[in-house]
């Protein structure tokens, strides 16, 4: 097994071009279970895992999705076989699900204890999708370290303690709201921040926050205040600001009464009235796509 914390440092390895042109694919993890929190993962978590295995035709070989790698490796092959893949690595192409499934492809075929580096992506490449046992629960873990990266097969010596020490402190804590699914909660320094990642039509969750904004609603609780959503993987996450010192706890206390009145605001067909109009242009004006 590499020393996974030899340089604890997130570098790019270089990646190998890609042999082929492959269209934007938007919605990567379309069809994986928890979609939203693959997506959170990749665009929002600086920690966490999820447990999946590969189909029976691939091996039934255990995987860890995991946020981040040391040297932000595409995957490593563990000691005991199973693979740990970084979701925040660069792969190349525009299907992203394409070029980690590929990363997947190359560490199932590599010896035991080795990390891949260069991916070769091609038309032939196979996607996630095409990799993983979609039967799985693919429920997430939010961790508080990168403990995680450590192969259960190798030594745990004081250098590899040291560096994972200086890695740990690069995490902002962060932790998943319990009556908000795929809700996230994160302590960003001089701001906390909830960020949501939604499975719906762009433009109505846009219209649900114009609603609850021309009524002075769109707050999670006092204090808090909306400001603006992004794109991201193809899904919309909507971002609250949060007073010092709120907490997830904070979050969690106001979570569902929050959610009802959103979901409600969600499911209304009514034309926006002209103060929901205005709202909503202010809201579209602050937009952000993130690919």
Known sequence: MPDLLAAPTLGRLPVMASTSTHDLVRRPFEGIPNEQDLVAMRQLIPAATIAATTTA?????????ATVLPMTWPAVKRSDGSVILGLQSSVPGGDLSRGLGQALA???????????GAIGVTTESPRLQDLLDLSGAFAISVEDTFDF???PGSERTSDVNQALAQANESIMPTAAVPSLPHGYWVNAG???HLRWVLDADEDRVIDAVARLHARRESGIGEGTKYVGSFRAEGLSIPVWDLPKGYGVDGVEAEAAEFRARFEEALESTEP???LERRARGGIVARQVTLR
């Open 57 to 65: 035709e691939h091996g039934s070989v255990p995987v860890v999705l």
């Open 106 to 116: 190359q560490a199932l075929q590599t010896s035991p204890g080795t990390p891949v």
């Open 149 to 151: 990266w450590i192969d």
């Open 190 to 192: 001089p701001k906390e």
């Open 272 to 274: 926006l009235t002209a």
